[in-house]
């Protein structure tokens, strides 16, 4: 009988500490190097990052509460850096960066709001989205992302 007791307050604080959100972070936390950057106006992609047009590379990652991007980009022959880094808050798949450093100064004490979504080893982040957490689909970014082993 004490034995099932102490089994089930095990299991409860497992399940407890183990929230979906917590889960989430867990997925985050690690580096990710993007794969495709895309712009979408009007139903039309309209910029298109990393791959037939651009070549580079730019890795981004997540620890707790913080998170770092770094990269360079060839665009017709000139080379450009970006990075930047800051706070974010998860909760499911509502992502919220708050930028403390980057390459835009237009940027920094921006708070961009965006939706988060990880498939096995793949990260999607769709932004800006609106208040009520809704894409425009006729202007909106999807960057991807693969976990780095």
Same mark, same amino acid.
Not at 1 to 14: G, P
């Given at each position: 009988?004490?034995?099932?007791?102490?089994?089930?307050?095990?299991?409860?604080?497992?399940i407890?500490?183990?929230s979906?959100?917590?889960?989430?972070?867990?997925? /985050?936390?690690?580096? &990710? +190097?993007?794969?495709? $950057? /895309?712009?979408?106006?009007?139903?039309? *992609?309209?910029?298109? $990052?990393?791959?037939?047009?651009?070549?580079? +590379?730019?890795?981004?990652?997540?620890?707790?509460?913080?998170f770092?991007?770094?990269?360079?980009?060839?665009?017709? =022959?000139?080379?450009? =850096?970006?990075?930047?880094?800051? %706070?974010?808050?998860?909760?499911? +798949?509502?992502?919220?960066?708050? /930028?403390?450093?980057?390459?835009?100064?237009? &940027?920094?004490? +921006?708070?961009?709001?965006?939706?988060?979504? /990880?498939?096995? =080893? %793949?990260?999607?982040? %769709? &932004?800006?989205?609106?208040?009520? &957490?809704?894409?425009?689909? $006729? =202007?909106?970014?999807?960057?991807?992302? *693969?976990?780095?082993?």
């Open positions: 009988m004490k034995a099932k007791m102490i089994i089930s307050l095990m299991i409860l604080l497992i407890v500490c183990c979906p959100n917590e889960k989430q972070h867990r997925k /985050i936390d690690g580096a &990710w +190097s993007l794969v495709s $950057y /895309i712009t979408v106006s009007k139903d039309t *992609v309209v910029g298109r $990052y990393v791959g037939k047009d651009v070549v580079g +590379s730019q890795i981004k990652v997540w620890s707790q509460n913080h770092v991007f770094v990269g360079r980009f060839i665009v017709q =022959d000139k080379a450009k =850096d970006n990075y930047g880094g800051g %706070t974010y808050t998860l909760e499911g +798949s509502q992502y919220i960066e708050t /930028i403390l450093y980057h390459k835009n100064h237009q &940027w920094v004490n +921006s708070k961009p709001r965006m939706l988060l979504e /990880i498939r096995g =080893d %793949t990260l999607y982040q %769709t &932004w800006p989205v609106n208040d009520n &957490w809704q894409i425009n689909k $006729y =202007d909106y970014t999807v960057e991807k992302y *693969v976990k780095l082993k």
